[in-house]
């Protein structure tokens, strides 16, 4: 059984939407931050977004801050990311992780390099110019 699954991803032209979901199986996200991350071929992997279960604080990277929302869903066990005005450089697979017990804000865990506890697989999203 995989902890986490991504779904959403897909085929869109430049300037349009698509709505990410990080579904937990096993597990719910409570008490919990959960992140989502891209990584572009030839390129290393990223954060994107972070949201915190235990306070509710969220985190954006630069690049996506005004087009991307980060929310909880009501069953506690998916989270979503709302990707609008999408251009081509947001063309990756985009993958969520959790870690458990969150101390600190979002912020302080939005990081390739923080030990999260469980990846998921994966989606691609291209975004067509």
């Known amino acids: 059984e995989v902890p986490l699954v991504e779904s959403g991803g897909g085929l869109v032209q430049t300037g349009g939407s698509l709505n990410l979901s990080c579904a937990a199986s096993g597990f719910t996200f409570d008490d919990y931050v959960i992140g989502w991350f891209r990584q572009a071929p030839g390129k290393e992997r990223e954060e994107v977004s972070c949201i915190s279960s235990r306070d509710g604080t969220t985190y954006y990277t630069l690049s996506v801050k005004g087009r991307f929302t980060i929310r909880s869903g009501n069953a506690q066990n998916t989270v979503y990311l709302q990707m609008n005005s999408l251009a081509p450089e947001d063309t990756a697979v985009y993958f969520c992780?959790?870690?458990?017990?969150?101390?600190?804000?979002?912020?302080?865990?939005?990081?390739?390099?923080?030990?999260?506890?469980?990846w998921g697989q994966g989606t691609q999203v291209t975004v067509s110019s």
């Open positions: 992780a959790a870690a458990a017990s969150p101390y600190f804000s979002a912020r302080y865990y939005c990081s390739t390099n923080y030990e999260w506890d469980v």
